[in-house]
């Protein structure tokens, strides 16, 4: 793989810094290197070789042209999630996590296409017949609309994974996706429980240069997994004009045949 994880690289980020060690979940003792002054030190060669584990399935996920869903709503990971997952075209969650996202999708998929009806309403003219008022009521829900969901509207069906940034804090989304047997791959600090998750990346989920480290090794796997699909959706082109033109060419040769 091209995102070779390096140790040094994640020491620099501080990934390696967890929780306060009255506040550990037991459960992440496999991970924890050691303890200094009170805070718990996580292991970055385990986090390092989980990280290429969870690279490596996403990267899959991805070829296979299945969605990667990311779900972060804590200020520090906010705008880097919007920004990592929104440059590999991954719908992601970074404003409230609507109740029912996966569980009830069907609903959610409506609200989505609420909005698209909005811009219909707005290109065809029948947004200028309506009163001001009514003109103040669309655009208010549109807004609202395109702030919760704005960013998963071209999710047209459940996703292959979801990718959270503290299990603790989403544990709505957790829940959900374990319902639906979704995997999960998730940053997980040394306060949470790691059984809740398919793939683990023991890891600093507080600190932005931590996140984003993180998230640009993930999102680069993402793309190596675009890239391979688009390379093979081409190769089956070529092959199948390729079978094409021979069985064009061995029918001429036929009929020619048949003349003489």
């Known amino acids: 793989m091209a995102n070779n994880i390096e140790v040094k690289d994640l020491l620099e980020a501080g990934v390696h810094f967890g929780h306060l060690t009255r506040k550990w979940n037991p459960n992440m003792a496999p991970y924890i290197y050691m303890e200094r002054n009170g805070i718990h030190v996580i292991n970055l060669y385990k986090t390092a070789a989980k990280l290429?584990?969870?690279n490596?399935?996403?990267?899959?996920?991805a070829a296979s042209g299945r969605k990667v869903l990311f779900v972060a709503t804590k200020k520090q990971a906010k705008d880097i999630v919007a920004d990592k997952a929104g440059a590999v075209n991954m719908p992601y969650i970074t404003e409230r996590w609507p109740g029912?996202?996966?569980?009830n999708f069907v609903t959610i998929r409506k609200a989505v296409k609420k909005m698209t009806a909005i811009d219909k309403m707005k290109k065809d003219g029948t947004f200028d017949?309506?009163?001001?008022?009514?003109?103040?009521?669309?655009?208010?829900?549109r807004a609202k609309l395109e702030k919760n969901l704005g960013s998963i509207a071209d999710m047209t069906r459940l996703p292959?994974?979801?990718?959270?940034?503290d299990t603790m804090r989403e544990h709505i989304a957790v829940k959900e996706a374990q319902k639906l047997n979704i995997p999960i791959f998730a940053m997980v600090d040394t306060n949470s429980d790691p059984?809740?998750?398919?793939?683990?990346?023991?890891?600093?989920?507080d600190a932005s240069k931590s996140i984003e480290k993180v998230?640009?090794?993930?999102?680069?796997?993402?793309?190596?997994?675009?890239?391979?699909?688009k390379a093979d959706k081409e190769a089956n082109t070529e092959a199948k004009e390729e079978t094409k033109a021979k069985k064009a060419e061995k029918e001429v040769a036929e009929e020619t045949k048949e003349e003489n």
């Open 52 to 54: 290429e584990e969870a």
């Open 56 to 61: 490596e399935a996403l990267k899959k996920i």
């Open 100 to 103: 029912g996202m996966l569980t």
């Open 129 to 141: 017949s309506l009163s001001k008022k009514e003109k103040l009521q669309v655009e208010r829900l």
């Open 160 to 165: 292959g994974a979801l990718f959270i940034v």
């Open 195 to 205: 059984r809740d998750v398919d793939f683990v990346i023991p890891s600093n989920d």
């Open 215 to 229: 998230l640009s090794y993930t999102t680069e796997a993402i793309a190596e997994g675009l890239a391979q699909r």
